[in-house]
């Protein structure tokens, strides 16, 4: 699976991180199959390149928790949802069982229950004299 993800850089106390899509099963700072971006949390700045991003994103890249709220910070986390929704249906009808199609007809065929009447409302009770207690 491909994981979008931080690489460490930078020196002791001043962190600087790229944005990669990796492998899952390599190390950190290993070889990475795409470079994304850069980013600085001591500035806070993030550039990625977006087309790329987005790119990888459809066909299954999954981000990792800091790299998904960069990519909502920046906006493209929900550019990738809105095309996902918008993409078409599949063409095509779905093949059923033999036996399926016979439940879906028995199913239509079959007489319709007659719904019952209205709950009328409720009778009053008698009230009974209380008895008396020797």
Known sequence: MVKIR???????????????????????????????????????????????????????????????????????????LASKKQKPAKKGKRKLSKKKVAKKLAKKNAPKKAKPAANPAPAAKAEEPAKEVK
């Open 6 to 80: 931080l690489t460490k850089l930078g020196r002791h106390k001043l962190p600087a991180y790229r944005v990669i899509a990796i492998d899952s099963r390599k190390r950190r700072d290993g070889a990475y199959l795409h470079l994304l971006g850069t980013y600085d949390p001591v500035k806070g700045v993030a550039k990625l390149d977006e087309e790329l991003t987005l790119k990888l994103l459809a066909q299954g890249a999954q981000p990792c928790d800091t790299v998904l709220s960069i990519l909502k910070k920046q906006g493209i986390y929900a550019k990738f």
